[in-house]
């Protein structure tokens, strides 16, 4: 699961805000810079800390988008949605070792970083090496090849030449002249933007070069006012 980041890989992330009420559900446990915390996994990449007060994105990797079936490439859209709530099972079935961190991600978010959480969901299938600064670690790019290798999750049909990770249209900002969608390339791990100007619907699918995602706005993905093609 995406969110976008001026960050470097292996940072993480926590918001003040999350699209889900999870005030005080516990879940799962990691061990958060030695200590044993008790935590919410939204899905393979987010977790909150209750008694903390705080929600942790671990970017150096992505998983799937778990809000609907809104992924297109490789197995389909339906089995895409599995592998996404798999990740976040995945990340459920121990206590993974994290590391806070001090920097700053934007949206009142902190980082934090769990390496074997970040190669097991490689190494599966479950989840895709994600940098937008440069390429991947190489670490990493090894670990998410064995996965396409072993033809695992979401690699099953093989791997596509690039993933679109976030999609964005012209009127989400005001007066924009531009906006951007983000690629991640398969080669190299590294999430770039393209630019573009076009303006899409809600539920509206895009392209790019070998994978496809749904547009859906960031408030039509939760709650009372999901988007239809969600329902």
Known sequence: ?????????????????????????????????????????????????????????LVGYNTLESYGAVHRFGPGEQRLYEIAGEATELAKSKA?????????????????????????????????????????PDVDLKAQARGIEARAGMWSEGAPSSLITSVHSLDERPD???????IMSLDT????????????????????DDSCLLYVPYKQRYGAGRAECLK
């Open 1 to 57: 699961m995406e969110v976008p980041l001026s960050s470097v890989l292996l940072v993480a992330v926590v918001s003040a805000a999350p699209a889900e009420k999870t005030e005080g559900r516990t879940n799962a446990t990691v061990i958060l810079d030695g200590t044993e915390t008790a935590v919410y996994w939204d899905d393979g990449d987010t977790f909150s800390a209750p008694e903390q007060g705080l929600k942790a994105r």
């Open 96 to 136: 993974w070792t994290c590391t806070s961190w001090n920097s700053e991600g934007g949206y009142g978010r902190k980082s934090v970083d769990c390496p074997d959480l970040r190669k097991a969901l490689l190494e599966a299938g479950l989840a895709h090496a994600f940098s937008v600064s440069g390429p991947a």
């Open 176 to 182: 924009a002249k531009e906006t951007y969608n983000r």
């Open 189 to 208: 791990g590294e999430a770039s933007k393209r630019p573009h100007s076009n303006t899409h619907k809600p539920c509206e699918w895009v392209c790019v």
